[in-house]
């Protein structure tokens, strides 16, 4: 049977040990959506175009969590990532933004985690930055939609 | 018209002046949830009972994020919340779990962004203990429920 | 009867509410000490009075963890200490160096944490210096000895 | 006569005891410049009409920079800042970027090392940005413009 | 004669170079105690039993510490931890608990100060949160019980 | 034609993959200066021979935030340093501290963003300390002086 690999046989927590595992090249996508009100969609928008602050701080969050998700994430391996990217897409459906993760690194535990705290950060930035004119937003939708290497192989969601 | 208050007239980025503002008792509670198998559900709430970890290392993970917020995001104040707890909820309908956190200060910004922060990497914090269980889950629905304080007054989501 | 304040009645972990608390002048010392070959001690004391980098690289790592004392410590609220310092002290009947570090501040709750995380980083510090000479090191005596401030008043040990 | 005071009567480092003094409104402006060849600061112009990201980029490691002063310089005081903000100027004299930051608070002790610390982190992530095409950059002039509030008052360079 | 690595030949603190190090499997294994009276140990074993946040708490924080070493022990170099746990046992004859890390990498250096972080860290979170009921805990018998791998060997305390 | 590599096709940074490149012995070596007031260096001085805290202390906080690069310049990938040195000169002539920092690893990214980083909040901590007596010091001179390994090969200022 399967077992939640993070809680010991005791169930207590610990950090598990990778030390057996293969030194692979790995990466993970990982996504979420920001809700939003059309006009504030329409006021991220315009600023973009215009000067683009919005979407380049919250990149960087993005970006800069990624790097720190073994000092939140409690039981994540340190890790060396050796890429990170965040990227944005308006949705007029939504309506609202989806923003995208993608982590890389050549180690011994896999990588969503990182990439999943990316999106959420940035989401979080987005919301912090429009929360004067909107206050009914809704960050949803977080995922991980791709992963590649490590013993288990490649999988996509939907796939 | 209402503006993008973080990003100043030339379209830059910037840390709002919040020094004029007044000092008072502030407080917010937000929301997540994390849909997941009902086999993953009953797994946690299982090791719930019996031992505790699991959640408790989510909570952890909450309380100790919501201190860390304006770390992470890029453009909040540094802020001396007074107080932050962490609830969870099982519920069989998502299936999964909810998360709740609230924050509390007196201080010259709201705190909302701590609880969605605090929300939000203890449901990351769900993700990855379950992981290896259940490569399907997505968090969602992170917003705020409620606000008090501050010059806007008090507001709940639907209200 | 008494509880543990940071357990909630449905026994999980939260940082209490310290917003009804009033701010007033608080100060705690604590104390460490370290155990070491008297060969150790002496190489540190001539160390000291020739270069004084030892200490000094020592202290620096006592005040910089006393200001992340709620950053390390879950449950600890975020303070603004006024000042730390801290003092060393050769024993020779130890034998071996007792560390005393004394924060201070204007705040909610007392920073008698903050007094013990930062002697037992500045005890480790000397610890990581001196091991490659001594294996058999024993940090000990962690304690709070004094205490001002607060609603439970002045305090300490022994008196 | 003037005294270096981090340093006590016996020569130690310490952080200094600030809970005497009064809280009232402090602000301070630095500055920095980095210089590069002109085909270097014509990409950044460039870079930065059409798409914006590297200022902004340098501007997001400011703010968080100066939020994190008193982790990165061992004897800053943990402080609350209400506001900081970063500008950049081409200067084709240089040739090359000035960078500003103001920070600003209600504390007992000054904030010019938060602007410091901002502007050094600034100019620090253009350099990185740049260094692909420019091995040559060197960044200097980092001062203080001005500083206000606080017992010595207001005090400007050349004033 | 033996030397402390971490000065120098002129007396100044350095990070010392491991590049020439192979790259090996190592462990350690570290202990701390806390001493408490009979009725606070028996107070957090009821905890234990019924609900396990108490434990819980001090086991993250313990993990937690063990990842941020490098940036508390200002000479330490960072490291990938590969593993890490925490463990407790109550002693009656103490009376008190005994907190156990072992610490894993394969790397260029032992990996002894992050398990000495890590228990001291779990031990420092047991006494915030039972301080409000007691007052004269002390942390003690914070030391290296076994070292495995790099060039001086398996080593063990006693052996 | 050279491109500002941390900038994508599309106009946004983010952190570039270096996942390909060979992991290679590599060092850099950085300096900068701090201008300031004769009577101010001599302090200085004196206080070293005598004590040593003041540039100790500087010391530290460089050789802690070489560590910490990666957190503070957004770009910047994590690296293992496997060695950081600081050192200072004074300098009659400037009047002032030159301050050095050395940085290795065996690794897949250049570490002259380490060593500027080190030097830089070496000389903030020299400023943060000296303040008091002298409020027109510069910081300046910030430049790579030398790099070793890597792709590009060795370089060094001036050859």
Redesign the interface.
Known sequence: M???????S??????????GKALT?RSATACASIKMRPETLE??MT?RH????????A???G???A??T??????????????????FEADPELPGMRVYATC???G?TGV??EA??SV??A???L???????D??????????LEKRGGKSGD?S?GA
């Open positions: 399967t077992k939640l690999t993070h809680i010991d005791k169930g207590q927590a610990h950090m598990v040990d990778v030390s090249a006021m991220i600023e215009a000067k683009g602050d919005v979407l380049a701080t990149r960087i969050a970006i800069q969590a790097k720190r073994s000092d939140l994430i409690p039981l994540c391996h340190p890790l060396m990532l050796s890429k990170v990217s965040v990227e890389k690194l050549a011994q969503e985690m999943l705290t959420s950060v989401a979080l930035t919301y912090d930055m429009c929360k004067a004119v206050k009914h937003m809704v960050i949803g939708e977080i995922q991980v999988w969601l």
